[in-house]
């Protein structure tokens, strides 16, 4: 080899937007229509990454010639809360984020640790780690998010 070959790994979260984020599709599905959510009484943040920020990562990537290991996330994560106001407003229906006891949850936890997980826990990337989106175009949380229910 000619010493130009480099290798890179570009770790994402959650990827969402038109077509992909099944997860997401069917939460927002489910908030749509039952219009209330209990949540615990603490902060739930997840990192993720629109479809369109994902590609404005894999142009900088390439642009850049980095290599080793990389992470891309939209810089703002996404909390249930920004969920149900963007869904709210899309859909003129009121949702509800119901605050209850953390000990409440426990047997969801303890019965469904996947589903708990999915609903309930945090999985943050810090912004810091992640690669610059490329002026190629960045897509704002709230914005992306609103391509969920399309």
């Known amino acids: ?17 038109r077509g992909a984020g099944k997860k997401l599709h069917l939460l927002a599905k489910l908030l749509v229509r039952a219009t209330l959510l209990p949540v615990p009484p603490y902060a739930i943040q997840r990192s993720v990454v629109h479809l369109e920020n994902l590609a404005s ?21 996404l909390t249930l809360e920004l969920l149900a106001d963007v869904l709210s407003q899309q859909t003129g229906r009121r949702i ?37 989106l490329s002026t190629y175009g960045k897509r704002s949380l709230r914005e992306g998010l609103k391509d969920i229910l399309a």
């Open 1 to 17: 080899g000619d010493g130009n070959f480099q290798v890179t790994a570009l770790r994402v979260p959650m990827i969402y937007g």
């Open 57 to 77: 990562a894999i142009a900088t990537v390439l642009k850049a010639r980095c290599n080793g290991v990389l992470f891309a996330a939209d810089p703002e994560p």
């Open 96 to 132: 509800r984020l119901i605050t209850m006891p953390a000990w409440l949850f426990q047997p969801l936890h303890h019965v469904a640790p996947g589903l708990y997980d999915s609903l309930y826990s945090s999985s943050l990337i810090e912004p810091s780690a992640c690669v610059e």
